[in-house]
């Protein structure tokens, strides 16, 4: 398994731990092929009834590795945002794979749950979150769209207007605040998180498991995501090529505002 990420299996519960606690758990695509072939591995687990996704350190992820454009020179080459569609596919079909899973996913946030670290727990089928996280989809600073899901996912989840008001302002909400919109499904102190994460899977296994991948299929068919993550691909493909997500990219880094030019 890759050093970005950590696996644990014992009692059903299959654990996905992003590995980068000094990064803050920042994002690469590499670690989201990781995460895609670890799914596979515990649907292989005849035991495995559930999936939960949490991450080492203080943080859950603090968003894509902007030091490292997130892993795609290192991946594709210095040319990477030439191949748009490819760079938004590989980085859709990392995430779907887990929501797509045949075993039902919990992702378990805390602090840091920003951007891409957010679209990755939108891929789970539930979120609880700790009373310290700091929830958002900071893309749009970046001269960017959430384009791994989460446009599609968020909207799903919380609607059009609380969609629309995180990402156009990319602002920070706190844990309360994503469970009175829906985005998660319940708040814990810090230290009763991992407690509550495995109290919930313990539920789920008490469950027919047949009947859990049943239900997750259908209610999976039923909000369709295909047509959002078609839209995200063809739109950040544009932004790709526009002279502002490098000046974004840039400011973020160099912590100071972004200068656009609408180009």
């Keep these: 398994m890759s050093d970005h990420i950590l696996t644990n299996f014992s009692d059903g519960v299959f654990e996905i731990i992003l590995n980068r606690p000094d990064k803050r758990n920042a994002i690469r695509v590499q670690m ?14 005849d035991d495995a009834r559930v999936i939960v996704l949490k991450g080492e350190g203080d943080n859950f992820s603090a968003g894509i590795d902007l030091m490292a454009m997130g892993g795609m020179p290192e991946l594709l080459g210095d040319d990477w945002r030439k191949m748009g569609y490819e760079v938004t596919r590989m980085w859709q079909t990392t995430i779907s794979r887990i929501q797509e899973s045949t075993l039902p996913a919990i992702a378990l946030l805390k602090s ?41 996912r968020l909207t799903q989840l919380v609607g059009v207007a609380r969609a629309k008001e995180l990402i156009f302002t990319g602002k920070r909400i706190d844990a309360d605040t994503a469970l009175q919109w829906g985005l998660v499904n319940d708040v814990v102190p810090l230290d009763d998180l991992e407690a509550k994460g495995h109290a919930m899977a313990e539920e789920i296994i008490k469950c027919a498991p047949m009947a859990i991948s049943a239900a997750k299929r259908t209610i999976n068919a039923i909000v369709g995501s295909e047509d959002g993550l078609k839209h995200e691909m063809i739109e950040q493909y544009r932004l790709f090529h526009s002279e502002d997500i490098m000046e974004g990219m840039q400011a973020a880094m160099q912590r100071r505002p972004a200068n656009w030019v609408g180009r």
């Design 112 to 152: 840091y749950t920003l951007g891409a670290g957010l679209e990755l727990a939108l891929g789970c089928d539930m979120r609880i979150a700790a009373d310290n996280t700091t929830i958002s989809l900071e893309e749009a600073r970046l001269g960017m769209i959430p384009d791994a899901g989460g446009t599609t």
């Design 32 to 45: 989201l092929q990781a995460i895609a072939a670890a799914v596979i591995e515990a649907e292989r687990i």
